[in-house]
């Protein structure tokens, strides 16, 4: 089997390398590593060495870096079945460790290689004006989106993780962006129904239970089910936002009656107006024209390695 490290040096202000340099010095197998250079040279990187794996020559591909760092490896290796993927968390929400499981010592991966244990998962798929992407965590839509992407580019959450207190940023952006925020309409259409919802804060398709470091979002999501869970959030003052937010850590937020939560295979979400969107924290603005978003599920799409 080849091993394969594809290593973000900026993730967690540097704590991919970190971690990668404690690992190095107890490895007793041979390995390759990759450095990334730019964003989405991780999905090139992963794409590239999956198209090489065979029956007679397994690859696994383990990803030192945050949850984008998974993200990107996951949609360049996705339906490779002779390819297994990894991880070893660097980042400062790491929910992929939460929902998943990542490898914290070089002797768990070394056992994987010798034994080859492992499972099969969904992933998530987004169909945006031709686009297709996949999301291995969770796909959202407003204002957890909004958040995500103030906090990815904000200062504090670099200052935060040279103590590896970066997931701590999100709840202040929350408070941060809970003044200028605008909640939207929705319509999610699934075959035979129609939902509409007005003043939508946030709309989540999850495969896992967490997201935003460590926020327990769709308690009942299980990866290996074949349906992902909607979570919609609407017609809520500003300040029950923030209780939600509080009570989202231990999963009671299902409880309040603004909050909706439905499982689902495939269903299209329609907006009236552009709204910030991101998958497993990797945020983008949706454009005008853009206003049609399409989410399935595929069933046992990758290979975990553990």
Known sequence: MEVHFIINPYAGNGQGVKRWHQFEQ????????????YEGHSLLLAKEIAGRATKENLVCLIAIGGDGTIHEVL????HFENVYLGAISAGSGNDFAR?????????????????????SHDCGVVNQGGTTKY??????VGFDALVANIANNSTLKKSLNKWKLGKLSYPYYVIHALFTYKPFKLTIVQPGKKRQYQNVWFVTASNQ?????????SPESDTSDGQLELTVVSNLSK??????????FLGKHTLLKEVEQFAATDAQLIFEEPVMAH?????????????????TVQKKAWNLAK
């Open 135 to 140: 999301f291995i965590n969770n796909f959202g």
């Open 99 to 119: 929902g998943y499981q990542a490898f914290k010592t070089s002797k768990q991966l070394e056992q994987f290689v010798n034994r080859v244990n492992s499972t």
């Open 26 to 37: 107890q490895l007793a197998i041979p390995y390759q590593i990759h450095w990334t250079k």
């Open 75 to 78: 949609n360049g290796a996705v």
């Open 279 to 295: 998958a497993d924290g990797e945020t983008q603005k949706l454009t005008p024209g853009q206003n049609k978003i399409e989410i």
């Open 209 to 217: 239970p967490y997201f935003g470091g460590g926020m327990k979002i």
């Open 239 to 248: 300040w029950k936002l923030l209780f939600l937010f509080g009570t989202v």
